[in-house]
């Protein structure tokens, strides 16, 4: 039988497009017919990237390392060595599509439009002559004793010499990624570690003070405690909000705490509102300001060092009275005050969910891969790119610099192996 297809990918996402495009310019290059296939479930695609970045796609970080992502930093390490931020610059600047470095490191396309990132992979695709193929969903993947790929889909059967997995997580599942091709890499012998949401807000319980804050964002340093043990501490932005927390940092941290409570361990998010000083700083500074300015209110000392509203709040949550003055707290009063503010803990209830995620933490285990390739080392002729695997990156870029740099990776081994 002869294939339909030397190589079908299955999602055109981030990774599936790019892993498309290396693959048909490396296959020109080499002066090659590749006969490539893009599937995907959707009607429309690239709908994930338009939303991203707040509708502007964070294409890259100025300064991507490994120590930015969660998984296996050696593998990770060799796969983003491969293609770097820099490559990803260049590459998109080929696309017609320039970037910019704001402030925080993040690159953005200097159109300010996640639009301009879709038609510029859309039309890569198209002058490479790779077709598309919307509303073809797959429901199965089977090899064959030849060594062929069967796929069976919406409207019917492709068969095809080699299959790349570009099929994402969970994340926003309205925009076609499901979770499917964690079904069919585990049919095909995979493993697939515990998936939960990650770069995802946290709810708060509602008895805390959240919904009057909401609005106010500021920098506080989150550690995270797994079973008594400190996994994970950084500052950056919190953002408080209707339902509970959210802001860079928080949705960093949210992955150790979905994690976590998945595998049923206890966990506790303590923030401390005045990063870099730990107890004893805080209370010395409390201790000299009440000493130098004996009439000033708790309340005014504090609100000139954060928001007035969140110092009210945390004054109250002390179980003091408003109006106190600083020079007149008793001394267990002052420590419970100054453990609200350097210690507290936020009562999280539970996550976002899939629908408010931006990446999934876990997948397909990178020992599973062939980090030169991007080759299933147990099922020859498969690889996987993208979010489907057990790699997650901080906010800022970092997801897809992993998609384009496996992308890169599977795209070119594929095309100089069939
Ligand atoms: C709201 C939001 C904002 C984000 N902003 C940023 C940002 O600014 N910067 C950043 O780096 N990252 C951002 N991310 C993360 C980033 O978008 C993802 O990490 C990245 O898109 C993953 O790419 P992927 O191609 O691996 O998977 P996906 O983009 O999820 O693509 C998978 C594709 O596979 C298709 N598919 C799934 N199953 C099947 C099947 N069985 N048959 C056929 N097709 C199938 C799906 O329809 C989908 O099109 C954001 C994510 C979200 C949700």
Known sequence: MLPDYDLVILGAGAAGLATAIFAAETAAQRQ?????????????????????????????????????????????????AAFDAQATVRWFAALG????????????????SARTVVAALLRRCDELTVPILTQHRVSDLTVEQSGLFVLQHEQGTYH???????????????????????????????SVTTTVPALVPLVLREKMFHAQLAGISLPVELATFVTGKVVDRRVGSLLWTHFGVSGPV????????????????????????????????????????ASARSRVSLRRALGERLPDRLAEALIQWSGIEGEAILSQLTREQRRVLVHSLTNFLLPVERDRGWNFAEVTAGGVPLEEINFRTMESRLVKGLSLVGEILDC???????????????????????????
Not at 99 to 106: N, V
Not at 180 to 188: E, P, T, V
Not at 393 to 408: C, K
């Open 160 to 190: 095809a010499r080699r299959v790349i997995l570009a099929t994402g997580g969970k994340s926003l599942p309205r925009t076609g990624s499901v979770g499917s091709g964690w079904d069919i890499a585990k049919r095909l012998g995979h």
């Open 392 to 418: 997650d990156g901080r906010i800022g870029g970092f997801n897809f610099q992993w998609a384009w740099a496996t992308g890169y990776v599977a795209g070119r081994a594929v095309a100089a192996s069939v």
């Open 97 to 112: 599509v320039p970037l910019k470095r704001e402030e925080t490191g993040k690159l953005f396309p200097v159109s300010d």
């Open 32 to 80: 090659r017919a590749l006969h490539i296939a893009v599937l995907d479930s959707a009607k429309k695609i690239g709908a994930k990237i338009l939303v991203s970045g707040g509708g502007r796609c964070n294409v890259t970080h100025d300064e991507v390392r490994p120590d930015d992502f969660n998984g296996s930093r050696t593998i990770i390490r060799n796969i983003l």
């Open 250 to 289: 928080v949705m960093d941290v949210s992955r150790h705490w979905t994690l976590a409570r998945a595998h049923g361990h206890a966990v506790e998010l303590r923030c401390n509102f005045f990063p870099g000083r730990d107890f004893p700083q805080l209370e010395k500074w409390l201790l000299e300001t």
